[in-house]
């Protein structure tokens, strides 16, 4: 029997929750779906300049499975550039810091300790109209006004 996969710790949400090219309608079935953890890999290979061993040390992973996911999502992301799909970046087998939100009145990201609950309002604010980024970009929710 395999072994279960190790979680990849991500450090950073990305900012936004995909992309679609110009001139065409938003098609999800069409779309190529980037996992979280491809997403961290070619941020910390390609954006921050990190070899692979480092980026495996940040996301506590080794550095041939670093290897393979990097791979797999330049793939995904050349595939989705040559036959003009849309990306779409949720979902994946990670950890995250905390539990991410965005405030809905004035967009401001924070994260807040996984032991907190309950009572949490924005800290720039003070809204309570909160969505859960962490819910949203690992689960897909499809249910806030940013993801439908």
Request: glycine share 6%; proline share 4%; aromatic share 6%.
């Amino acid at each position: 029997m395999p072994r279960g996969k190790a979680l990849r710790t991500l450090h950073e949400l990305p900012i936004v929750k995909g992309f679609r090219p110009f001139w065409m309608r938003p098609n999800y079935r069409q779309g190529i779906v980037l996992c979280l953890e491809e997403y961290e890999a070619l941020r910390l290979i390609d954006y921050e300049g990190l070899i692979h061993e480092d980026a495996a040390r940040k996301m506590n992973i080794s550095r041939p499975t670093v290897t393979r996911i990097y791979e797999k999502a330049r793939k995904k992301l050349s595939q989705a550039l040559v036959e003009g799909r849309s990306i779409l970046i949720e979902g994946g087998d990670v950890k995250l810091n905390g539990v991410h939100f965005m405030c809905e009145d004035c967009n401001h990201r924070f994260v807040v300790e996984s032991s907190l609950n309950g009572n949490i309002c924005c800290p720039k604010c003070q809204s309570r109209r909160l969505i859960s980024l962490s819910e949203c970009f690992v689960r897909g929710c499809r249910r806030c006004r940013r993801c439908r």
